[in-house]
């Protein structure tokens, strides 16, 4: 019986774990609730910017950056906030 190529170089147990680890650290960030993310309006040239000042992350679903509410305040954010209606 043979054994499906490896891809990525390394043994089938290493891919295996790396994928396990990588989905883990994501899903730190994945269950936050919309309460404890405030969403920015970050333009693309300022993204740098964003994840250096104020350690924003890029949330693929909504297509919007965001920050732990708990972390940084408002007034930090005041750049990159979304103005209120």
Same mark, same amino acid.
């Given at each position: 019986?043979?054994?499906?190529?490896?891809?990525?170089?390394?043994?089938?147990?290493?891919?295996?774990?790396?994928?396990?680890?990588?989905?883990?650290?994501?899903?730190?960030?994945?269950?936050?609730?919309?309460?404890?993310?405030?969403?920015?309006?970050?333009? /693309?040239? @300022?993204?740098?910017?964003?994840?250096?000042?104020?350690? !924003? $992350? %890029?949330? #693929?679903?909504?297509?919007?950056? /965001?920050? @732990?509410?708990?972390?940084?305040?408002?007034?930090?954010? !005041? $750049? %990159?906030? #979304?103005?209120?209606?």
């Amino acid at each position: 019986m043979t054994t499906p190529p490896d891809h990525c170089g390394l043994g089938s147990t290493t891919s295996m774990r790396f994928l396990t680890l990588s989905r883990q650290g994501a899903g730190r960030w994945a269950d936050r609730t919309d309460e404890e993310r405030l969403y920015l309006e970050v333009p /693309y040239a @300022d993204r740098h910017e964003a994840k250096k000042q104020l350690g !924003a $992350r %890029w949330d #693929p679903g909504r297509r919007k950056w /965001y920050v @732990d509410a708990a972390k940084v305040s408002r007034e930090q954010a !005041a $750049r %990159w906030l #979304p103005p209120t209606p």
